[in-house]
Antibody, heavy 116, light 106 residues
Framework: EEQLVESGGRLVQPGGSLRLSCTAS????????MSWVRQAPGKGLEWVAN????????DYLDSVKGRFTISRDNAKNSVFLQMNDVRGDDTAIYYC?????????WGQGTLVTVSS | IVMTQSPATLSVSPGERVTLSCRAS??????LAWYQQKPGQAPRLLIK???TRATGIPARFSGSESGTDFTLTISSLQSDDFAVYYC?????????FGQGTKVEIK
C-alpha cells in the first residue's frame, strides 16, 4: 500500500523555524517528484514547493521563497520542508504529495500553527 | 492562473446528477485535475488531464472541457460523494486551485 506519513508540525512563534518530514512507503520513491501543499484552517489549497526525483530542481511559491527550503533523501524515502522566519499566514495543514504539479497521492497532513 | 469554481455550494439528493463548473483565467492546455476532500481527510485525485479518471475512481465520475471551462459530472450521487470538490490547473507554476464546491445533502 502506498503511504505518505508527515511529521514535525507544531506550535511555533512568529519568526521561528521548524522542519517538516514525510516518509514514503509502498512505491519507488526515487522515481517521483514530490511536493508540499498547504491548507489554512477552513480554507482552500495552496501549492508550496516541489522537488525533482533526484533533487536537482526545486520550485517555490513566491510567498515562501527565501524562507522555506524543500529537500529529499532518496536513501531514506523522505522529503523535508525547512520553514524559517514563519509568519501567521503560514498557519496550515501541510500535506506531503506525490507529484510535482499534480497530487496523485497525498499524506494525511501535519498541522503547523504560527502564534505567539 | 486564477481558477474559479461555481457554485460555492450545491444541495442535492442522493441519486441526482451533479454538474460542477471550473473556469481558468487563461488556457491550461487540458492540464486540469479534480479532487474530492471529505472533512478531516486529505484531498483525493479523481480526474487528471481534464477527463481521465484516476486509478480506482468509479465510472460515475467524469470530466470534460470546452476551452477554459471545465466540468466535473457525477452521474448519480451516492452518499459517499458528499464532500468538497476542487479543480486545479498544473500547466503553469505555481499550480493553482479553485476555491472549492461543497456538495451537501438536500
Amino acid at each position: 500500500e502506498e503511504q505518505l506519513v508527515e511529521s514535525g508540525g507544531r506550535l511555533v512563534q512568529p519568526g521561528g523555524s521548524l522542519r517538516l518530514s514525510c516518509t514514503a512507503s509502498g512505491f519507488t520513491f526515487s522515481f517521483y517528484w514530490m511536493s508540499w501543499v498547504r491548507q489554512a484552517p477552513g480554507k482552500g489549497l495552496e501549492w508550496v514547493a516541489n522537488v525533482k526525483e533526484d533533487g536537482s530542481h526545486k520550485d517555490y511559491l513566491d510567498s515562501v521563497k527565501g524562507r522555506f527550503t524543500i529537500s529529499r533523501d532518496n536513501a531514506k524515502n523522505s522529503v523535508f520542508l525547512q520553514m524559517n522566519d514563519v509568519r501567521g499566514d503560514d498557519t496550515a495543514i501541510y500535506y506531503c504529495v506525490r507529484g510535482g504539479t499534480r497530487g496523485d497521492h497525498w499524506g494525511q497532513g501535519t498541522l503547523v500553527t504560527v502564534s505567539s | 492562473i486564477v481558477m474559479t469554481q461555481s457554485p460555492a455550494t450545491l444541495s442535492v439528493s442522493p441519486g441526482e446528477r451533479v454538474t460542477l463548473s471550473c473556469r481558468a483565467s487563461q488556457s491550461v492546455s487540458s492540464k486540469l485535475a479534480w479532487y474530492q476532500q471529505k472533512p478531516g481527510q486529505a484531498p483525493r485525485l479523481l480526474i487528471k488531464d481534464a477527463s481521465t479518471r484516476a486509478t480506482g475512481i468509479p465510472a460515475r465520475f467524469s470530466g470534460s472541457e470546452s476551452g477554459t471551462d471545465f466540468t466535473l459530472t457525477i452521474s448519480s450521487l451516492q452518499s459517499d460523494d458528499f464532500a468538497v470538490y476542487y479543480c486545479q490547473q498544473y500547466n503553469n507554476w505555481p499550480p493553482s486551485f479553485g476555491q472549492g464546491t461543497k456538495v451537501e445533502i438536500k
